[in-house]
């Protein structure tokens, strides 16, 4: 078995090659602070490999361009973050907090407002609200928006259909408005401080990774795993822990995150968001699905 190479590669940089037990077909991944890794199966050399990289050269450079310009802005953000008055923060958001819930008759037990990394907010089984502080620097529209749903939650625990229904009488298109707020990611806003955004960022979270999965060199063309295309699916199922009623992809136990990976590792196998459905039923019952 060969010792894992680096080897630099002209307009890529630095990239890893080495033997996988685990990798039935030759696949990259980009991880941003990570760079290039090939993981390349004990049948296949790393000179087939070193091809297949300079084959794929051209996606390689557009993906790395694409992370290197989003661990910028990140950076970018991440300062503006740190500008954040915790103080005024926290009576901002209570305060809406509070307005919002009289005006339209919810209650709820004990609210904190924290700088989350995975979280806008949250709502336990106690009625207790979470709100990440960072809220602060996105429109007023989708701060609403987030106060509302934990809001809901303090009455129905799960994203059913009549989580929904009943998120929709208090912010009409409640389903379009999430999914303007996934753009933004979780933890790093665009709608920075009066509405001006930033540039196309955290389409996918922080980390990107990006896998390509080959019928060893000169295959069809790449499967591309990001971020979003496991929270497609795990927004779908239910975090079947059962000491939560928390939606798999909002869930932050142990089991959620395994889940979560499990999916990422199918998807770049080429499976269809089907087959892992028909996986994760047969391992879990239908417990799993939301309701």
Not at 204 to 209: D, G, H, K, S
Request: hydrophobic share 40%; aromatic share 6%; net charge positive.
């Amino acid at each position: 078995m060969d010792k894992p190479l680096t080897i630099q590669v002209n307009g890529i940089g630095p990239v890893l090659i080495e033997h996988s037990r685990r990798a039935k077909r030759v696949s990259i991944s980009i991880k941003a602070s990570q760079g290039v890794r090939v993981a390349v199966p004990f049948r296949v050399s790393f000179n087939k490999a070193l091809e297949f990289v300079q084959l794929k050269k051209p996606w390689l450079q557009k993906h790395l361009t694409i992370i290197t310009r989003r661990e910028t802005e990140n950076r970018t953000l991440a300062d503006l973050s740190a500008t954040i008055d915790r103080v005024k923060a926290k009576k901002h958001l209570t305060g809406r907090l509070n307005r919002l819930a009289k005006e339209h008759g919810f209650t709820f037990n004990k609210v904190s407002i924290r700088s989350q990394k995975t979280r806008w907010g949250s709502c336990s089984r106690n009625n207790n609200i979470s709100l990440n502080m960072k809220l602060v620097l996105l429109s007023e529209v989708l701060v609403d928006y987030v106060i509302l749903h934990e809001l809901v939650h303090t009455r129905i625990h799960h994203h059913s259909k009549d989580f929904w229904l009943e998120l929709d009488k208090y912010v009409g298109n409640s389903k379009a408005t999430a999914s303007r707020l996934r753009k933004y990611g979780y933890s790093l806003p665009m709608d920075i401080l009066g509405g001006n955004m930033l540039s196309n960022l955290a389409r996918t979270i922080i980390v990107l990774v990006i896998i390509i999965v080959p019928l060893i060199v000169g295959c069809s063309s790449p499967t591309t795993v990001s971020a979003r295309d496991i929270q497609n699916i795990s927004s779908k199922l239910n975090c079947p822990c059962g000491a939560c009623t928390e939606v798999l992809s909002d869930c932050e136990c142990d089991q959620a995150a395994e889940l979560t990976d499990l999916i990422g590792k199918r998807l770049s196998r080429g499976e269809s968001e089907q087959q892992i459905v028909q996986f994760l039923a047969e391992q879990y019952g239908q417990r799993i699905f939301v309701q």
